[in-house]
Antibody, heavy 118, light 107 residues
Framework: QVQLMESGPGLVQPSETLSLTCTVS????????VHWVRQPPGKGLEWMGV???????DYNSALKSRLSISRDTSKNQVFLKMNSLQSEDTTTYYC????????????WGQGVMVTVSS | DIQMTQSPASLSASLGETVTIQCQAS??????LAWYQQKPGKSPQLLIY???SLQDGVPSRFSGSGSGTQYSLKISSMQTEDEGVYFCQQGLKYPLTFGSGTKLEIK
């Protein structure tokens, strides 16, 4: 059974760095791509970036200067780091798996809500 | 980036009514279109991919159609469990982009 689970701090200080972990089970990170998507409260979805199964990454150009995605295949984990957080980064962050290149986001984690506030 | 324009923003439907949600892409996306349903406090769930293919386990009252830049999601007989927010998403080009969502409620 495919599962993804996000974890990380619920509260981050402005200008600091957010670190999130997506722990997956039921599939291999070397076979499937894992995306990060975020959603402000009551609003739409924004694609942030992807860890390709081959180990490379792509980012949304709007976030690229602040965003880094990495992984540890031995631990079945994908990591998101984003620096210089501001209030508009207060949102729910999801990791999701696609079914292969060009396929939609088939499986999603439950999401983690992050608030940026002092 | 490909812009996805979704309409209407909100919709109320009676039980058993047919519901249609529209999604327009800013350029031809060659049926690279998915639909998701999101319920309050939950993550999005895939309903339709490739514009018209039904994801496993999704009730057959859901269907998708369209081509080029115009796509639609139809619910043939509204049920109470269909309440939620629906999003379209293009998968042709990165960055992946989503419509702004349609909130569907029971009338």
């Amino acid at each position: 059974q495919v599962q993804l689970m996000e974890s990380g701090p619920g509260l981050v200080q402005p200008s600091e760095t957010l670190s999130l972990t997506c722990t997956v089970s039921g599939f291999s990170l070397t076979s499937y791509n894992v995306h990060w998507v975020r959603q402000p409260p009551g609003k739409g979805l924004e694609w942030m970036g992807v860890m390709w199964s081959g180990g490379s990454t792509d980012y949304n150009s709007a976030l690229k200067s602040r965003l880094s995605i990495s992984r540890d295949t031995s631990k079945n984990q994908v990591f998101l780091k984003m620096n210089s957080l501001q209030s508009e980064d207060t949102t729910t962050y999801y990791c999701a798996r696609d079914g292969g290149y060009g396929s939609p986001l088939v499986d999603w984690g439950q999401g983690v809500m992050v608030t940026v506030s002092s | 980036d490909i812009q996805m324009t979704q309409s209407p923003a909100s919709l109320s439907a009676s039980l058993g009514e047919t519901v249609t949600i529209q999604c327009q892409a800013s350029e031809d996306i060659y049926s690279g279109l998915a639909w998701y349903q999101q319920k309050p406090g939950k993550s999005p769930q895939l309903l339709i991919y490739g514009a018209s293919s039904l994801q496993d386990g999704v009730p057959s009252r859901f269907s998708g159609s369209g081509s080029g830049t115009q796509y639609s999601l139809k619910i043939s007989s509204m049920q109470t469990e269909d309440e939620g927010v629906y999003f379209c998403q293009q998968g042709l080009k990165y960055p992946l982009t989503f419509g702004s969502g349609t909130k569907l409620e029971i009338k």
